[in-house]
């Protein structure tokens, strides 16, 4: 059982477009939930992290928009640049665990 | 910037094998992981390791595989009989909170 969906599989945008990653989860237990950036040879680095009680955080170029009631979440890249270029990984966790989407391969093309 | 550090990063082996991966965690953190990414595909967890002891695992950690931390800083994951699906990038993590601190990963490849 996926507990954490991801999508898309892969994603291009031009430099300077909006890049948006899409979660869904079932478990009404988590209750944090973090965005990790991965380059290649590297391990899995975090990004960006929301609790539920929010709808929205952000910071800098980085957005999550967190809609409880629909249980998703996404990770917004404003003014994309090809150093973003990596994968992306959404995780939820309900404490000491942690599960992990999928992952996005975005391209950021000058 | 203190960091997870692991070796070694790439341990190739043959099947029924048994391998030691090596972590140093960031020395105040409290919460131990191991994940493997098998190429192209999503983290997955394998066991999280609290106060000397297993808290929780996956599946996938079978009877071939143990933790262990045998000093202050070491934290090693154990497989006994390697198997070719074992292959994968193993990482290891470590946490003071909910934040997760990952190493580089150990490319682990099984012939």
């Known amino acids: 059982q996926q507990q954490v969906k991801q999508s898309p599989q892969s994603l291009i945008v031009q430099k300077g477009g909006i890049s948006i990653i899409n979660c869904a989860y079932e478990?009404?237990?988590?209750?944090?939930f973090p965005w990790y950036q991965q380059f290649p040879g590297k391990g899995p680095a975090l990004l960006i992290a929301i609790r539920p009680d929010v709808s929205e955080k952000k910071e800098g170029r980085f957005t999550i928009s967190f809609n409880k009631s629909a249980k998703q979440f996404s990770l917004h890249i404003m003014d994309s640049q090809p150093g973003d270029s990596a994968t992306y990984f959404c995780a939820a966790s309900p404490g000491n665990q942690f599960y992990f989407g999928t992952g996005t391969s975005l391209t950021v093309i000058p | 910037e203190p960091e997870v550090t692991q070796t070694p990063s790439h341990q190739v082996t043959q099947m029924g094998q048994e391998v030691i991966l090596r972590c140093v965690p960031i020395s105040n953190h409290l919460y131990f992981y191991w994940y493997r990414q098998i190429l192209g595909q999503k983290v997955e967890f394998l066991v999280s390791f609290y106060n000397n002891e297993i808290s929780e695992k996956s599946e996938i950690f079978d009877d071939q595989f143990s933790v262990e931390r045998p000093d202050g800083s070491n934290f090693t994951l154990k497989i006994r009989s390697t198997k070719l699906e074992d292959s994968a990038m193993y990482f290891c993590?470590?946490?003071?909170?909910?934040?997760?601190?990952f190493g580089s990963g150990t490319q682990l490849s099984v012939l």
């Open positions: 478990n009404t237990a988590f209750d944090y």
């Open positions: 993590a470590s946490s003071p909170n909910e934040k997760l601190f």
